[in-house]
């Protein structure tokens, strides 16, 4: 008997639509140069972006955190997961998003899930998403009850279009959720215009700052500061897995947002609370990030540097504003080859293709972080060069 057979087919099947992943293993510390399977190479695929995953004080406050509160809490955050480090948290958390109160959740994906299912309650509410939102606010969507509502990516034309149709004029309660920064094409949302239109028609805004944490805006706070936007939108969503480096997300908005989450939201009331030494750690990250505003300069210098050089050598980088740089190849295969072909020159950067991005579309994603030295960059510029040129993409 073999009632698990059918998973060789679609094994296959990922295999010949270029689909099939086979994880690369670090065996260092997340490094801008990291030891990878067997290999020391130039890693432009973390959202390591501050180099919080390795910083000396960060992971004294987890070492001592740990001697304090022990490895976890085996408990939920209702029951007795909250400690006091928990607690600190969310309201410096809430200082850095500039809003009244936040709420820590198990991941950033298990915020807009949690968000999304906890809010949109009925098939008469609306749930308005950009088509290049990230997959968690996709499962957000389906785990709600409301009626979906896509718009095209950054279109604020078809975005007032869907606004205006009837059925969601007459909605009970409307909520449209976009990335800051978006995770694939590292464009940034049009913030003011959505809330211009959110205001007029009267629609709760949520942001995903995933990836604009700890990046874009004054002292790295996100999208809503940078467009000094403070108190215009309702929800901002974070991740402690990228800038911060460990692992958890956030929703930052008022305290009854945080007060009736708390009460509701399925994934945060039915799975475990974070161990303290992660809740410390993303504390003493906080800390760094204002104390050391010279990384997140490094990483916008970084960032300049390593686009022009890939737009001179004549790779299309796509409309990236942010750390997150696209170098468009067009094809499956010819992007996993020259991913690979990279990597045996001492360069990591992950190829991206369909689903993920649309046909057509593929590509290598890169990311800078402020760790990375220009001799680096260098370095991966020539390899890129170097592939590029053997696969005719440029
Ligand atoms: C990475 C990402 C998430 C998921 O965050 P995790 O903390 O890794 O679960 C959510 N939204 C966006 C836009 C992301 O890029």
Redesign the pocket.
Known sequence: MNTLGFLEDEIKTLKQENRFIQPRVLQSAQGPVAMIDGKKVVNLTSNNYLCLANHPKVKAAAIKATEQFGIGTAAVRTIIGTTSLHEELETKLAEFKGTEASLVIQ????S?VAVCQSLMTSPEDVLISDELN?A?IIDGGRLSKAKKKVYRHNDMAHLKEILEQPEVRAARRKMLVT?GVF?MDGDIALLPEIVELCKKYDVVSMV?D??ASGVLGPQGRGTVAHYNLKGHVDIQIG????AFAT???YAAGSLNLKQYMQSVARPFLFSSSHPPAVIASCIAGLDVIYNEPELIQKLWDNTKFFKEELKKAGFDTGHSQTPITPVMVGDSKKAHALSQMLFNEGVFALSIVFPTVPLGKERLRTIVTAGHEIKDLEFAVAAFKKCGKELGII
């Open positions: 991941s950033g994906f298990t807009n990230h968690s990335d995770s995903d995933a990836h991740t402690l897995s990228k692992i958890g997300g």
